[in-house]
């Protein structure tokens, strides 16, 4: 959905410990501050956003390397597997990291396998009014573009009569994760996708909560999920 702070090149970046001055407080004073205690810390904000700031962004800004942003940059090398398949047709599979979603995985595989989506679900409106695969191919793009799970960008890189490539890249050093979404010939209305970070092995679940996001979106629409276990 997104890079993980293990990047190579980022870990001897960590969180400057500051030095504690202890002041003496008469009782007088103390007791005041009993009375009036400060209201709890909230959690940080995006200054161009009214959504709480992504626990990815968090450690970015407080660990101090999101200022290598203006000098790096973190999207890394598109992977050459990318793309549908040829045997067996599909979308990739995940590697071995833990920052990576796709159908195409066992469904034994609970860290790395996601259901596919129906966009003509048999107990929705694929039995009262089903929408052609190129209808179903404009709302998914519609929603890709009006949504931006933890403030990742997205951009449609790729599109093709059954096939679609978003980059999505982050606002801090330009992570990105490459999401395709895939529809399978035939007459059955399914849609594979899969969603991975280019680079790091942890992206605290950032594919999956996009993948997510995007569901949601589309169950609006008609869609449905193939399997919610």
């Known amino acids: 959905m997104a890079a993980s702070m293990a990047t190579p090149g980022i870990h001897g970046f ?5 030095r504690c001055s202890f002041a003496y407080f008469a009782p007088s004073a103390v007791t005041n501050v009993q009375k009036h205690p400060q209201p709890p810390p909230q959690p940080p904000r995006d200054e161009k ?6 626990r990815r962004e968090i450690v970015l800004r407080s660990s101090g390397i999101g200022v290598l942003g203006a000098i790096f940059h973190f999207g890394g090398k598109k992977p050459n597997y990318l793309g549908v398949q040829k045997s067996p047709p599909g979308l990739a599979l995940c590697p071995a990291t833990n920052n990576c979603v796709s159908t195409s995985e066992n469904t034994s595989d609970l860290i790395h396998y996601a259901p596919p989506w129906n966009y003509n679900p048999e107990e929705g409106r694929g039995s009262k009014k089903p929408v052609s695969r190129e209808e179903a191919m404009q709302e998914l793009l519609e929603v890709i573009q009006s949504t931006k799970p933890d403030n990742f960008a997205p951009k449609i890189a790729e599109k093709k009569d059954d096939y679609i490539r978003v980059e999505y890249e982050s606002p801090i050093l330009g992570f990105v994760d490459d999401v395709e979404f895939w529809f399978p010939p035939g007459k059955k209305s399914i849609v594979q996708y899969r969603s991975a970070s280019r680079l790091g092995n942890f992206d605290f679940d950032a594919n999956k909560k996009r993948i997510k996001a995007l569901r949601l979106k589309l169950e609006k629409k008609g869609w449905a999920s193939e399997d919610r276990a």
């Open 49 to 54: 956003s009214t959504e709480p700031v992504s």
């Open 14 to 18: 960590g969180l400057r410990h500051k």
